[in-house]
Protein backbone atom coordinates (compact mmCIF):
# COMPACT_ATOMS: atom_id res chain seq x y z
CA UNK A 1 0.00 0.00 0.00
CA UNK A 2 1.26 3.24 -0.84
CA UNK A 3 1.69 6.01 2.18
CA UNK A 4 2.70 9.43 1.76
CA UNK A 5 3.37 11.88 4.81
CA UNK A 6 4.36 14.78 4.99
CA UNK A 7 5.95 17.13 7.41
CA UNK A 8 7.24 20.49 8.31
CA UNK A 9 4.41 23.04 7.84
CA UNK A 10 4.21 25.71 10.22
CA UNK A 11 3.60 29.53 10.73
CA UNK A 12 6.61 31.76 9.72
CA UNK A 13 6.85 35.51 8.62
CA UNK A 14 7.30 36.75 4.93
CA UNK A 15 11.07 36.30 3.95
CA UNK A 16 11.05 33.16 6.22
CA UNK A 17 11.92 29.10 5.35
CA UNK A 18 10.81 26.21 6.09
CA UNK A 19 11.88 22.46 4.86
CA UNK A 20 8.79 20.29 4.24
CA UNK A 21 9.11 16.42 4.34
CA UNK A 22 7.96 13.78 2.45
CA UNK A 23 8.05 9.80 3.59
CA UNK A 24 7.00 7.29 1.01
CA UNK A 25 6.55 3.66 1.56
CA UNK A 26 4.81 1.45 -0.81
CA UNK A 27 6.00 3.05 -3.72
CA UNK A 28 8.73 2.09 -6.52
CA UNK A 29 9.44 5.85 -7.49
CA UNK A 30 12.82 5.04 -9.41
CA UNK A 31 11.11 5.28 -12.56
CA UNK A 32 8.14 7.65 -11.12
CA UNK A 33 7.82 11.34 -10.19
CA UNK A 34 7.43 12.88 -7.31
CA UNK A 35 6.15 16.17 -6.85
CA UNK A 36 4.94 18.92 -4.62
CA UNK A 37 1.58 20.86 -4.63
CA UNK A 38 -0.43 23.35 -2.98
CA UNK A 39 -3.70 24.72 -2.38
CA UNK A 40 -4.99 28.06 -1.33
CA UNK A 41 -8.84 28.34 0.68
CA UNK A 42 -11.06 29.79 -2.53
CA UNK A 43 -8.41 28.65 -4.98
CA UNK A 44 -7.56 25.22 -7.66
CA UNK A 45 -4.60 23.09 -6.24
CA UNK A 46 -1.40 24.08 -8.04
CA UNK A 47 1.79 22.22 -9.30
CA UNK A 48 4.99 23.59 -7.27
CA UNK A 49 7.57 21.45 -7.88
CA UNK A 50 8.52 18.21 -9.45
CA UNK A 51 10.92 15.57 -9.07
CA UNK A 52 11.71 12.48 -11.89
CA UNK A 53 15.22 10.84 -12.58
CA UNK A 54 17.30 13.73 -11.26
CA UNK A 55 15.11 16.47 -13.46
CA UNK A 56 13.01 18.97 -11.54
CA UNK A 57 10.34 21.56 -12.78
CA UNK A 58 9.54 24.60 -10.42
CA UNK A 59 6.01 26.57 -10.98
CA UNK A 60 7.19 30.17 -11.97
CA UNK A 61 5.93 31.93 -8.61
CA UNK A 62 8.57 29.79 -6.55
CA UNK A 63 11.52 29.18 -9.04
CA UNK A 64 14.35 30.63 -7.37
CA UNK A 65 13.02 30.46 -3.90
CA UNK A 66 11.75 26.71 -3.91
CA UNK A 67 14.06 23.39 -4.11
CA UNK A 68 12.74 19.88 -4.50
CA UNK A 69 14.94 16.76 -3.83
CA UNK A 70 15.26 13.25 -2.48
CA UNK A 71 17.49 11.60 -0.31
CA UNK A 72 20.05 8.72 -1.73
CA UNK A 73 17.55 6.08 -0.62
CA UNK A 74 14.96 7.98 -2.24
CA UNK A 75 12.16 7.33 0.65
CA UNK A 76 12.07 10.93 1.38
CA UNK A 77 11.45 13.89 -0.65
CA UNK A 78 11.96 17.10 0.36
CA UNK A 79 10.67 20.86 -0.62
CA UNK A 80 12.97 23.57 0.85
CA UNK A 81 11.27 27.27 0.83
CA UNK A 82 13.06 30.10 1.30
CA UNK A 83 11.77 34.15 1.23
CA UNK A 84 8.40 32.56 1.59
CA UNK A 85 6.05 35.19 0.54
CA UNK A 86 2.41 35.26 2.32
CA UNK A 87 1.17 34.31 -1.28
CA UNK A 88 2.81 30.64 -0.40
CA UNK A 89 0.35 30.06 2.48
CA UNK A 90 -1.80 27.04 1.38
CA UNK A 91 -2.63 23.50 2.20
CA UNK A 92 0.39 21.75 0.66
CA UNK A 93 0.80 17.84 -0.70
CA UNK A 94 3.33 15.87 -1.74
CA UNK A 95 1.89 13.35 -4.72
CA UNK A 96 3.68 10.79 -6.69
CA UNK A 97 2.56 9.57 -10.26
CA UNK A 98 3.57 10.02 -13.27
CA UNK A 99 6.03 12.55 -15.00
CA UNK A 100 5.09 14.51 -17.81
CA UNK A 101 7.26 16.02 -20.18
CA UNK A 102 7.74 18.02 -23.41
CA UNK A 103 10.67 16.94 -24.81
CA UNK A 104 13.29 16.49 -22.54
CA UNK A 105 11.83 19.06 -19.59
CA UNK A 106 10.02 18.03 -16.68
CA UNK A 107 6.65 19.93 -17.06
CA UNK A 108 5.00 18.37 -13.58
CA UNK A 109 3.68 15.35 -12.26
CA UNK A 110 0.56 13.78 -13.28
CA UNK A 111 -0.24 12.73 -9.79
CA UNK A 112 -1.93 9.31 -8.93
CA UNK A 113 -1.11 9.56 -4.82
CA UNK A 114 -1.60 12.09 -2.68
CA UNK A 115 -0.56 12.68 1.18
CA UNK A 116 -2.80 14.65 4.16
CA UNK A 117 -0.83 17.45 3.34
CA UNK A 118 0.81 19.55 5.84
CA UNK A 119 -0.63 23.64 6.33
CA UNK A 120 2.21 26.86 5.40
CA UNK A 121 1.37 29.53 6.91
CA UNK A 122 3.16 32.99 5.92
CA UNK A 123 2.06 36.70 7.25
CA UNK A 124 3.39 39.42 7.05
Known amino acids: QVQLVESGGGSVQAGGSLRLSCAVS????????MGWFRQAPGKEREGVAAINTGSTYYADSVKGRFTISQDNTKTTVYLEMNSLKPEDTAMYYC???????????????????WGQGTQVTVSS
Open 26 to 33: GYTWNRHC
Open 95 to 113: AAGFARWVGRRLIGCQPNY
